[in-house]
C-alpha cells in the first residue's frame, strides 16, 4: 500500500472520528443554560473566520455569483434544519444512539435517488433496507426496556432526510458541483446563522455560556467537527476516493457512541451496540455497493454453472 493511500485512510478515518465529537461538546452546553440554536448560531458562526481564512490563503476568491447564490442559499437552510433536528434529539435520546440512528443518510439517499432520479434498483438496497430496520428495532429501546422517545426519533430522521437531500443536491447540480468544497461550506455556514437567528423570535431565545469552559466547547465544536473535519474529509478524498471515505464514516457514529459513555456517562447496552452495526453495516454495503456488485461478480465467476 502507498504512502499517500495510509495518509488517505488516516485522515477519512479522522474526519469521521472528530464529526463524532458534536454531542460531547454540545450537551455540556445545555447544562449550562444554552438551547440547541443558541450553540449552533456560535458553532457555524466560529466557524466562518476559519473557513475565510483557509479560502484567503490559497488564493481563492469570497464571491459566488446570483446562480451560486441560489443554489447555496437551499443547502445552507437545509442543513441547517439538519443540525437543528439532530442537536434538538440529544435532549431526548441518547446521544450516541442518536448518532447511530443518523447514519441512516446514506440509504435515504440511495431511496430517493431510485424514486426521484431514476437510479436502477439493486437487490443490494433490499438488503440494507432489512438490516436498517433490524438495527433501528434495536435502537428503539431504553437500557429499561422502554421505547425510546418517538419525538427524539422523529428528530433524527428528520435531520437524516435534510442531510441526505442536501448531499443529492450537492451530486446533481451542476451549480453547486463548480465552487469548491471549502468555499461552499463557508456559505452554508453563513446561510444557517441566518436560519439560526430567524429562530429567535419563534422562541428559541440567543443565549450564551455561563462559563468560561462554554466558550471553549463552542470553539471546539466550530474546529473540531466542522472545520478540522471537513479539511480531512477533502484531502482523503482527494487521496483514496469518494467510496472509502465514506465507508469509514462508520467511526462517527462509533466516536459518538464511545466520547457518550466516557464523557457524559451515558449508557450503551448491548442491544444498543448490535443495532448499531447493522445500521453501519447496511450503510457500508450502501455506499461500497459496486464494489460488493463486482466482488459476488467474481465469486460467481469462480464457481461456473453446471448445464
Known amino acids: 500500500m502507498k ?7 488516516l485522515l477519512a478515518a479522522l474526519a469521521a472520528a472528530a464529526y463524532g465529537t458534536n ?22 458562526i466560529l ?17 459566488l455569483n446570483k446562480h451560486e447564490h441560489a443554489a447555496v442559499g437551499v443547502l445552507g437552510i437545509l442543513m441547517a434544519f439538519s443540525s437543528l433536528s439532530l442537536f434538538e434529539s440529544y435532549k431526548f435520546i441518547n446521544s450516541g ?11 435515504l439517499v440511495a431511496l430517493l435517488m431510485i424514486f426521484f432520479f431514476h437510479e436502477k434498483f439493486k437487490y443490494t438496497v433490499a438488503v440494507c433496507l432489512l438490516l436498517m430496520c433490524s438495527g433501528l428495532g434495536l435502537l428503539m429501546k431504553t437500557p429499561s426496556g422502554e421505547t425510546l422517545s418517538p419525538y427524539g ?3 433524527v430522521m428528520v435531520s437524516a432526510l435534510t442531510y441526505a437531500l442536501y448531499i443529492i443536491i450537492v451530486n446533481v447540480s451542476h451549480v453547486v458541483r463548480n465552487i469548491p468544497t471549502t468555499k461552499l461550506l463557508l456559505y452554508v455556514l453563513l446561510w ?34 466542522t472545520v478540522f473535519s471537513l479539511a480531512c474529509t477533502t484531502r482523503a478524498i482527494q487521496l483514496i476516493g469518494s467510496t472509502p471515505t465514506a465507508i469509514l464514516g462508520a467511526l462517527e457514529p462509533v466516536s459518538a457512541v464511545i466520547l457518550s ?5 451515558q449508557t450503551i ?5 448490535w443495532g448499531g452495526i447493522l445500521i453501519i453495516l447496511a450503510t457500508t454495503l450502501v455506499i461500497a455497493d459496486k464494489s460488493v456488485d463486482k466482488l459476488i461478480l467474481k465469486v460467481r465467476k469462480m464457481f461456473p454453472r453446471r448445464h
Open 3 to 9: 504512502f499517500s493511500d495510509i495518509k488517505g485512510y
Open 23 to 44: 454531542p460531547a461538546f454540545a450537551i455540556p452546553l445545555y447544562e449550562q443554560g444554552m438551547n440547541p440554536n443558541s450553540v449552533l448560531f456560535f458553532r457555524y
Open 47 to 63: 466557524g466562518v473566520p476559519l473557513l475565510a481564512a483557509m479560502l484567503l490563503f490559497r488564493g481563492h476568491n469570497l464571491t
Open 97 to 107: 444512539v442518536a448518532s447511530t440512528l443518523l447514519f441512516v443518510y446514506p440509504i
Open 153 to 155: 426519533c422523529l428528530l
Open 192 to 225: 444557517g446563522c441566518v436560519v439560526f437567528l430567524a429562530m429567535i423570535p419563534m422562541g428559541s431565545p440567543l443565549s450564551v455560556p455561563t462559563k468560561a469552559t462554554g466558550w471553549l466547547n463552542l470553539a471546539a465544536l466550530a474546529i473540531i467537527p
Open 261 to 265: 459513555v466516557l464523557v457524559l456517562g
Open 269 to 273: 447496552t448491548t442491544r444498543d451496540i
